[in-house]
């Protein structure tokens, strides 16, 4: 990692977590498209209530997965093997205790918080169904993740993307057999997710059993250090507020669908679900790309070979740009194709054309937030990262969403999300120069 060219290197640790992301959304559209056609369009809406409990889910997943990614590698470049173990042994404890948690508290509060989150006597039915396995599986989900960080971290990627593809495969089977063949509807699609991931826990697990790797399971150190846990915590608070600020946003963007959407409301929010799904496979490949970045801008930062981070953030942004660029034309093109591969319901089609032009419209431009945004995480600087999206969905899309909707219904909902990501990505572009010519100061010096 200190040596090879950054672009092919990029290339090396990213493409795994391009393809591992890819095939995760590949999935989700699958599972939605199964449940679209074999429950009908009022089970998306169902699904698409869900998001933010599972949004609350994966906060608390990548706290733990994520910032424990980040020590891994910026450890391994110091080459202290004995602290990155500790760091593995407390990921596992952290995934495992919140996981257990989120379990306990979602099977006993589950129809509140849906209803809290916009179900409605029409939709509750198909959220409580989906949600009441899912969460039974959120343990096993989590230790999944904080691996798969893991194996990313010490330079095994492959390994990783060969772990969730193979879950993805069995998800996409498991929902096919489950829902048209044993007629399970949304609660064979969450009973195949838990499979699925429990599947790639256990493909993971078996690698992190061979005591000669760099790191791997050690059950006579396996205890919790709060020093380590805080560190990790402070690293991976970014993400977990991303996720968390995201639940929040979909509470208020559900709520105000059902409100302007009148006796079309539930189907307003079916068609989000199905700009949520068309939306993650362009938002997971650019993730992914993020994920192969942060172990080489990670090992590079501990070994001071700071102008080989610099070269990172330019060609970080521009493929990534590419990527969403590319992505967007296809669905302004053909957004009617696309929101049919979900339903037949036509007027749950004609809710989705303006959902997929308008609120995707900036995404040429998007990517350059979300790579500052896994760039100041990889460099140890949590504030930053949690700044930029913190600003996006609290500062700027928030308001807008309060206040758009009553001027111009549904439409502004829609509207809402561009126009955040235009301040959101001025921000970034700011905070991103600063730190490239920060670093090419450092550089300079040595």
């Not at 970045?293 to 060609?315: D, S, T």
């Not at 969403?401 to 509207?415: E, R």
């Amino acid at each position: 990692m200190a040596t090879q060219p950054i672009g092919k290197l990029l290339w090396q640790f990213a493409t795994p977590s391009i393809i591992a992301m890819s095939a995760t959304s590949i999935y989700n559209i699958c599972d939605s498209i199964f449940i679209g056609n074999g429950a009908g369009a009022l089970a998306i809406s169902g699904i698409s209530i869900t998001l933010p409990l599972m949004n609350i889910s994966a906060a608390f997943g990548t706290l733990a997965s994520m910032g424990g990614a980040t020590q891994t590698s910026v450890h391994m470049g110091m080459n202290l093997q004995r602290v990155t173990q500790q760091i593995f042994n407390n990921v596992l404890l952290l995934n495992f205790t919140i996981g257990l948690t989120l379990t306990l508290v979602g099977l006993f509060l589950l129809d509140p918080i849906l209803q809290l989150f916009g179900a409605s006597s029409a939709t509750l039915p198909f959220a409580h169904d989906y949600m009441q396995i899912y969460i039974i599986g959120i343990c096993i989900h989590h230790a999944f993740l904080g691996m798969s960080g893991q194996l990313r971290a010490i330079g095994h990627p492959n390994l990783a993307m060969k772990a969730q593809l193979g879950s993805v495969i069995l998800n996409i089977v498991l929902d096919a057999l489950f829902i048209f063949v044993f007629g399970m509807g949304v609660k064979g699609a969450a009973l195949a997710t838990v499979l699925a991931q429990t599947s790639g826990f256990c493909i993971t697990a078996c690698f992190f059993k061979n005591k000669h790797r760099y790191v791997h399971f050690e059950l006579a150190t396996m205890k919790f250090s709060k020093r380590i846990i805080r560190k990790i915590i402070t690293i991976g608070f970014a993400p977990f507020s991303v996720n968390i600020c995201g639940c929040l946003i979909v509470v208020v963007l559900n709520r105000a669908l059902i409100d302007q959407g009148g006796e079309y409301g539930d189907l307003c929010v079916g068609a989000n679900g199905i700009t949520n799904r068309v939306t993650q496979f362009l938002i997971l490949m650019v993730a992914g790309f993020s994920q192969g970045m942060q172990p080489i801008v990670g090992f590079n930062l501990g070994a001071g070979l700071y102008h080989r981070v610099r070269e990172v953030i330019i060609k970080a942004v521009t493929i990534a740009s590419i990527i969403l660029t590319s992505g967007y034309i296809v669905i302004a093109l053909f957004p009617s194709e696309l929101a049919s591969l979900f339903t037949k319901d036509q007027i749950l089609i004609d809710f989705c054309v303006p959902a997929l032009r308008i609120s995707l419209c900036t995404f040429p431009v998007v990517a350059t937030q979300m790579i500052a945004t896994a760039f100041f995480q990889s460099i140890r600087k949590p504030g930053l990262s949690m700044l930029i999206s913190l600003s996006r969905q609290i500062f700027f899309l928030l308001p807008l969403l309060l206040i758009l909707p009553k001027y111009m219904g549904v439409h502004g909902v829609w509207w809402s999300m561009p126009i955040a990501d235009i301040f959101s990505i001025t921000l970034s572009i700011i905070l991103l120069k600063r730190e490239y010519y920060r670093l090419k100061h450092i550089y300079i010096k040595q």
